[in-house]
Antibody, heavy 121, light 110 residues
């Protein structure tokens, strides 16, 4: 069974930066899209960004464009979410999830346990 | 980029069937066959229940079924069981390269 392990969450001040990491298996890293989905306290799921399998093309929600950058480290099988200019409404549990071979299918069939991000003024 | 529309809550008694709707537009739900449904229990990560409109991943009960008509997708749970009580989210690809989620529906098993 695939396992995804997020890290890097924490408390940051408004305007600050954080980098989340998601470690995945090599096979998943090469073949499947990875997405970040967040959930604010007591709220619903919100897609943040996706990266295609085996490539570097990335896609972002409007709320993330220009502030967040998703990338991958091919040597360590790690997917990153660099978050800059953080604001209060970015406070959420950030999930890393494995998608399908085509990112636009969604098909998020394995999820990590989540990394909590709290943005405080 | 707008969220898909779901009812905030639905309820049913054990053994009954319920249906949750998910309404979008012709560039998301109505324009593609990439609709998924997720179940989330409190404090847990979401679980994929349906993909590509009406396909169940291995291990998901056949009591869960789904369909789509026009801009609206639907999830039906038959033979309700207490463990089905959870939040349910739909998602869809949107033609402008977004993944959209619905606002979520809280299912209460009475």
């Amino acid at each position: 069974e695939e396992q995804l392990l997020e890290s890097g969450g924490g408390l940051v001040q408004t305007g600050g930066s954080l980098r989340l990491s998601c470690v995945v298996s090599e096979f998943t890293f090469r073949s499947y899209a990875i997405s970040w989905v967040r959930q604010a306290p007591g709220k619903g799921l919100e897609w943040v960004s996706s990266i295609i399998g085996g490539g570097d093309a990335t896609f972002y929600a409007d709320s993330a464009k220009g502030r967040f950058t998703m990338s991958r480290d091919s040597f360590e099988n790690i997917v990153y979410l660099q978050m800059n200019s953080l604001r209060g409404d970015d406070t959420a549990l950030y999930y890393c999830a494995k998608g399908g071979e085509r990112w636009y299918r969604g098909h998020l069939d394995y999820w990590g346990q989540g990394a909590r991000v709290t943005v405080s003024s | 980029q707008s969220a898909l529309t779901q009812p905030a809550s639905v309820s049913g008694s054990p053994g009954q069937s319920i249906t949750i709707s998910c309404t979008g537009t012709n560039i998301d739900v109505g324009g593609h066959s990439f609709v998924c449904w997720y179940q989330q229990h409190p404090g847990k990560a979401p679980k994929l229940m349906i993909y590509d409109v009406n396909n169940r991943p291995s291990g998901v009960s056949s009591r869960f079924s789904a369909s789509k008509s026009g801009d609206t997708a639907s999830l039906t749970i038959s033979g309700l069981q207490p463990e089905d009580e959870a939040d349910y989210y739909c998602s869809s690809y949107s033609s402008n390269d977004y993944l959209l989620f619905g606002g979520g529906t809280k299912l209460t098993v009475l």
